[in-house]
Nanobody, 123 residues
Framework: QVQLVESGGGLVQAGGSLRLSCAAS????????MGWYRQAPGKQRELVAD???????NYRDSVKGRFTISRDNAKNTVYLQMNSLKPEDTAVYYC?????????????????WGQGTQVTVSE
């Protein structure tokens, strides 16, 4: 079974920084894109940033210049460095990865999600 385990959320004042980490484990053959989504109360889940296996990042406009996504392929880990945080960044942040893994002795590609980590930015 493949698992994504997140860490690094918390409470921070506006203008502060946090770094999220997400490590994938299990019977992994390869990992394609990895990314971070967020969901605020009463809102739909939205893509924050993602990164290809080759390291090409993509960001939503509202976080460009403030957030940086990176990955360590040797550790099957993706990071999100969040600087200049704003109250509107408050949400539960979810890690996502498209992983090719062994399931029932077969290689299958599926999307996996982490459990979510709360990020709260106060005024």
């Amino acid at each position: 079974q493949v698992q994504l385990v997140e860490s690094g959320g918390g409470l921070v004042q506006a203008g502060g920084s946090l770094r999220l980490s997400c490590a994938a484990s299990g019977s992994i053959f390869s990992i394609n894109a990895m990314g971070w989504y967020r969901q605020a109360p009463g809102k739909q889940r939205e893509l924050v940033a993602d990164i290809t296996s080759g390291g090409s990042p993509n960001y939503r406009d509202s976080v460009k210049g403030r957030f940086t996504i990176s990955r360590d392929n040797a550790k099957n880990t993706v990071y999100l460095q969040m600087n200049s945080l704003k109250p509107e960044d408050t949400a539960v942040y979810y890690c996502n990865a498209r992983i090719r893994a062994f399931q029932a002795l077969r290689l299958q590609t599926s999307d996996y999600w982490g459990q979510g980590t709360q990020v709260t930015v106060s005024e």
